[in-house]
């Protein structure tokens, strides 16, 4: 089932049900992205758009294990080493012209915006338990110093 970005901007209180459905008149008129009317609108900020718009994909996203997965490692030259671990997302193969992608719920909006401009197929995301995307990086991006564990704090990389 799937939830619209204004039904879940109201059941996060950063909008009213009344606001909501003024932005969406106003779509209809215009044409224009419900959030950016919402934001133009009501104020609404951009990290409480992107929390929503990362709240509906992950409620569409199937959950794997990205160690029980066949890997084409011809899509992990797509990203660095880096930038796999930065935005946690973990390229797993094509499936048509989408790319399907790894990332873990609490990374999801970064690693949609990463994948957004760095990737130049649409992608489909998936999503892990962040121990288990932790060790597929540790497996497919080895860098020195990282493992399962830094998957939950910022990307810190020791200096050689």
Not at 47 to 63: C, V
Not at 76 to 85: S, Y
Request: with cysteine.
């Amino acid at each position: 089932m799937h939830v619209r970005l204004g039904d879940l901007l109201v059941q996060f209180g950063v909008l009213t049900a009344d606001q909501r459905d003024l932005v969406l008149e106003e779509q209809r008129l215009v044409g224009l992205p419900f959030g950016v009317l919402a934001e133009n609108m009501f104020g609404v900020s951009r990290s409480d758009i992107e929390r929503a718009w990362g709240e509906q994909h992950a409620m569409l996203a199937r959950q794997i294990d990205p160690l029980a997965v066949q890997v084409d490692a011809h899509v992990l030259n797509f990203i660095e080493r880096r930038q796999a671990w930065q935005f946690r997302a973990l390229p797993l193969r094509f499936d048509g012209d989408d790319l399907i992608v790894c990332s873990t719920r609490d990374h999801l909006v970064r690693a949609l915006k990463f994948t957004g401009w760095r990737i130049g197929h649409p992608c489909v995301f998936v999503l892990a338990d962040p121990h288990a995307l932790g060790e597929a990086l540790v497996k497919y991006y080895p860098i020195d110093g990282m493992t399962a564990e830094s998957i939950r704090g910022p990307l810190t990389l020791r200096r050689a």
